[in-house]
């Protein structure tokens, strides 16, 4: 089997960080968002993925060239954002005939990723929330199979959101369903989306399952990116304690933190809840609920639930930041 992962979106809800730097390569608790997701496929025993690229696309090649040299990889260009359905109509080469694992990039969840491609029946991750009307609906009978899906509807009749798995066995009923959609008029943004495909699935007679996740992190906002990094923080600590942690001088660690390799840190307190990329440098501040990218700078500033992109540079006082890569800031 292989793994589809779309990873063109633009990340628009997180610039200026997404400027420079795709959504998915925001790190979060040590890893990237595109690292968490691959990660978890990979320990259920998933070597084959088809990524789906288009916005800094070049980023995303060389990050997974680097870092995940032991897997087969395939890149597919989506040069037109126009939703999940045409970015997963692009792999259709790519993919053939084998059954696939679909994981939205920006999307981190908490569910067992071996027990779903087990499945005898093709799988939908599902989560209860309170508004659904920003998202896929599935309407779901008392054995959870899904019997009618909608994008976004206006007036739900279901609060189980689609959080963005899908385990597909069907694969070429995927893919003509998918030939279907893209021949019908597209959304008012002028997207066709892979919840309108795979209705055309079930109006074929192909049974749909859902599985509810246990935790579901959006990651496309700058809120729901911290909050993510605070709790996947706190359970890498629970179940990965450090075994030797790095002293900084004249600095007081407040744990959950990860810091990468190389970092300086003087006279600062860090924490509770802050990623910071490897070589970064920090002097005389204070820094809690936050990422820090790498390569960044630090001097005498007060930062809360701030994202500071990779390369900047910041000198004063601040509490709450969004700042891209390659910045400069003197807030004294």
């Given at each position: 089997m ?57 980023k ?7 870092t ?11 040069n ?33 990723v ?19 009307r ?8 008392d ?44 959304d008012?943004?002028g ?135 390659n ?6």
């Amino acid at each position: 089997m292989k793994a589809i992962i779309p990873v063109a979106g633009a990340g628009t809800k997180l610039r200026p960080l997404t400027y420079t730097q795709p959504k998915a390569l925001i790190p979060i608790a040590g890893k990237t968002i595109l690292g968490v997701i691959v990660d978890q496929l990979i320990e259920a025993g998933v070597l084959e993925f088809v990524f789906v690229i288009g916005y800094l696309g070049d980023k995303i090649q060389r990050y997974i060239e680097k870092t995940y040299p032991n897997i087969t990889y395939t890149f597919v260009t989506q040069n037109d954002r126009r939703g999940t359905g045409h970015a997963i109509w692009l792999t259709k080469e790519a993919v053939g005939e084998d059954e696939v694992m679909i994981v939205l990039g920006d999307t981190v969840c908490d569910y067992n990723v071996k027990a779903t491609i087990d499945s005898a029946l093709s799988q939908i991750g599902v989560r209860k929330v309170d508004d659904p009307r920003g998202f896929g609906v599935a309407e779901l009978n008392d054995k959870d199979m899904v019997v009618r899906m909608v994008e976004k509807p206006l007036i739900p009749k279901s609060n189980m959101a689609m959080v963005g798995i899908y385990y597909i066995k069907e694969t070429k009923a995927m893919y003509e369903a998918l030939e279907r959609h893209l021949s019908d008029k597209a959304d008012e943004n002028g997207e066709y989306h892979l919840t309108n495909a795979l209705q055309h699935m079930l109006e074929d007679g192909i049974p749909l399952h859902a599985f509810r996740v246990n935790n579901w992190f959006d990651c496309g906002k700058k809120a729901t990116l911290l909050s993510t990094n605070a709790i996947l923080l706190k359970q890498m600590e629970e179940h990965h304690p450090a075994k030797e942690p790095v002293s900084y001088p004249e600095s007081v660690i407040i744990h959950p933190v990860n810091i990468a390799e190389g970092c300086i840190i003087r006279h600062c307190i860090i924490g509770p809840n802050v990623t910071i990329g490897e070589h970064t440098k920090l002097e005389s501040s204070i820094v809690k609920d936050s990422i820090i990218g790498s390569y960044a700078e630090l001097q005498q500033v007060v930062l809360n639930s701030s994202i500071i992109g990779n390369d900047a540079f910041i000198r004063g006082l601040s509490q709450s930041l969004n700042i891209g890569d390659n910045t400069e800031i003197d807030l004294g």
